[in-house]
């Protein structure tokens, strides 16, 4: 069997389960997109773990495009996505977002799509 080359996904909005069903109009989630075999194979590279801080950094560099429903605690606004802001995010939110970006780097087209 020949082997078909993987085409890139493209980039979908995730819901966290905890926001899943939320009683708020507006739940957060985010849109992500689906790390190449190279940004996968350069993370893993810095720590075989996969889930260090610095890699879960990197991750959130290259697979988080950006957010809805981040609101500010001070001033009940909605957050802008940057960079910067990500660092504000929970560390368990912060995992849950690299847990998906892996999670979308290692399905099949076929079982994406599904």
């Known amino acids: 069997m020949a082997i078909t080359l993987r085409r890139t996904l493209a980039p979908e909005w995730w819901t ?23 940004d996968v194979e350069a ?4 720590n075989s773990a996969g889930f260090s801080a610095d890699n879960n950094r990197h ?14 605690p001070d001033t009940g606004d ?3 996505y940057s960079e910067s ?3 504000m995010l929970p ?3 912060r995992r ?7 999670i979308m780097a290692s399905l099949s087209e076929e079982a994406a799509k599904n």
């Open 16 to 38: 966290p389960e905890n926001e899943d069903g939320s009683i708020d109009d507006n739940p957060s989630r985010f849109l992500i997109k689906c790390l190449t075999a190279p």
């Open 43 to 46: 993370v893993m590279s810095r």
């Open 59 to 72: 991750v959130l560099q290259l697979g988080l495009i950006d957010w809805e429903g981040i609101i500010d």
């Open 78 to 80: 909605e957050v802008k």
């Open 85 to 87: 802001s990500v660092d």
């Open 91 to 93: 560390m368990a939110t």
């Open 96 to 102: 849950d977002i690299v847990t998906q970006i892996f």
